[in-house]
């Protein structure tokens, strides 16, 4: 059994994802856990590489079962070379994103199915899962708004449109809701600190059910 823990943030564009990882894993310093924080798709050097032979546009728009295969052939690197030798030596991880987001968006919002998902999935993982899911919710005007705000170039998925996104945000709300112990939605429209407030609460359940 992996002696470290594995967190996944989840939700839809400019939900403050990557700020909340950043927050976290300051909060487990402070508790004197060691955590990474990583990210998908990416979070090792070869699925860096996919994840730029992904969203680049020299291949124009990727078949939607292609981008599942390419997705999935980066968490596999991923696992391998960054969250399971992690979680061997103790360490947690904290991710910003990882396959519920291939769930809401390849096999929802996309719809590729989760059933093919979650096939895919087994596949490179058997039956590792992560230990607890945050799903950052707000409404998807916000999410956008913030994403403007920034101005970075958009990506193909804020491009699409709004009903995309609404579909997308129901997703993770129903994926919650047929896994209520691996979930936890937290509303993400608070500021950065209410939020990571919220995200304390459920790390303290499982500072405290780790093994002896
Ligand atoms: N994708 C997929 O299709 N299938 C998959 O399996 C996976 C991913 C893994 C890129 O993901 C795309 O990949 C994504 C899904 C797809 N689609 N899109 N578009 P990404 O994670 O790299 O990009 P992202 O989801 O768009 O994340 P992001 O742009 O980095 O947003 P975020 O991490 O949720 O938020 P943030 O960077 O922390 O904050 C965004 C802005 O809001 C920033 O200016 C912050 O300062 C601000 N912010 C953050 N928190 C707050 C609060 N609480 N209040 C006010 N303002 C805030």
């Not at 680049?56 to 390419?70: S, Y």
């Not at 919710?137 to 609404?166: C, I, K, N």
Request: proline content about 3%; charged content about 25%; overall charge negative.
């Amino acid at each position: 059994m992996a002696k470290g823990r594995f967190i996944t943030l989840e939700g839809g564009e400019g939900a403050g994802k990557s700020t909340q990882v950043t927050l976290l894993v300051e909060a487990l310093a402070r508790r004197g856990i060691e955590a990474i924080a990583t990210r998908e798709v990416g979070g090792c050097a070869g699925a860096e590489d996919i994840r730029r032979l992904w969203l680049g546009k020299e291949h124009g728009f990727w078949d939607t079962m292609t981008e599942l295969m390419l997705i999935m052939a980066a968490r596999r690197e991923h696992l391998v070379k960054t969250i399971w030798p992690a979680l061997e030596r103790g360490a947690w991880v904290i991710s910003d994103r990882f396959v519920d987001s291939t769930r809401a968006y390849q096999g929802i919002g996309q719809g590729l199915g989760l059933a093919v998902v979650d096939e895919a999935y087994r596949l490179i993982a058997g039956e590792f899962k992560p230990d607890l899911t945050f799903i950052l919710d707000l409404p998807v005007e916000s999410g956008l708004a913030r994403m403007r705000a920034r101005a970075t170039e958009t990506d193909r998925f804020e491009q699409q449109d709004t009903a995309f996104h609404e579909t997308l945000r129901k997703a993770y709300l129903d994926l919650a809701a047929a896994e209520p112990q691996r979930f936890k939605v937290v509303n993400a429209t608070a500021t950065p600190a209410e939020v990571s407030q919220q995200l304390d609460v459920f790390l303290d359940v499982l500072f405290y059910t780790l093994p002896a």
